[in-house]
């Protein structure tokens, strides 16, 4: 379900969906993008990504907080293994758990989650 999520993106380098999951329930999703209110554009003309895009990691902790769930002792399910700036997030966030089905090129998101104590899991989506 990240993955179609992931398709809402309008990001052209790399598309990234996630969901926050508790009781077996969606609290929360998110799809990299831009900030609401800005152009759905990500990349400049040389494909270049602004630095105001979020990820979706970031837009699903955004949207929870803006709603009447608590993100405490979640999952979330993340097409893309998080960044540092994401990891920080989701621990601060109260997540307990992170599921990824593909490795970001840096692993340091992945280091400080498992340094917090955070459950880190990589599903292979391509494995029968």
Not at 54 to 60: D, K, P, Q, S, V
Request: hydrophobic share 35%; aromatic share 8%; proline share 2%.
């Amino acid at each position: 379900m990240a993955y179609i999520w992931s398709e809402n993106s309008y990001c052209q380098r790399r598309r990234v969906g996630a969901l926050l999951v508790k009781d077996q329930m969606i609290i929360s999703d998110g799809y990299n993008g831009t900030p609401s209110g800005f152009e759905n554009i990500c990349e400049d003309e040389n494909g270049h990504t602004y630095p105001y895009v979020l990820h979706a990691e970031a837009n699903a902790i955004s949207k929870v907080a803006k709603s009447n769930n608590s993100s405490l002792d979640s999952t979330l399910y993340v097409t893309s293994s998080p960044c540092i700036e994401c990891a920080k997030l989701i621990i601060q966030a109260g997540i307990s758990r992170v599921v990824y089905a593909e490795k970001y090129r840096l692993e340091d998101g992945l280091d400080l989650l498992k340094r917090a104590g955070i459950e880190v899991e990589f599903i292979d989506i391509n494995e029968k």
